[in-house]
């Protein structure tokens, strides 16, 4: 059985490579990212796997949001661009 994973980031083009692979290997993806048009295309156009995993748009520093995200999650990949 695979291990609930949330990512932060989790829209960004790397990370979907690595949501495609966690996904190939048993576990479950939950996203948390901001979505931010200079990141993000704006016409709609995503990955399209990010239709098939629950996305929260949200702020990593929301508090809030992290909680909701965190919810039932057994490993966090954090991924700072910074």
Do not use: W, Y
């Amino acid at each position: 059985m695979g291990k609930r994973i949330l990512i932060t980031g989790g829209a960004g083009f790397v990370r979907c490579h690595l949501t495609c692979a966690l996904l190939e290997r048993g576990d479950e993806v939950r996203l948390l990212d901001s979505m931010i048009e200079q990141v993000h295309s704006v016409d709609g156009d995503c990955n399209p796997i990010l239709h098939d995993l629950e996305l929260i748009e949200a702020h990593v520093r929301d508090p809030g949001a992290v909680a909701q995200a965190l919810e039932g999650i057994d490993t966090v990949i954090h991924h700072n661009r910074h």
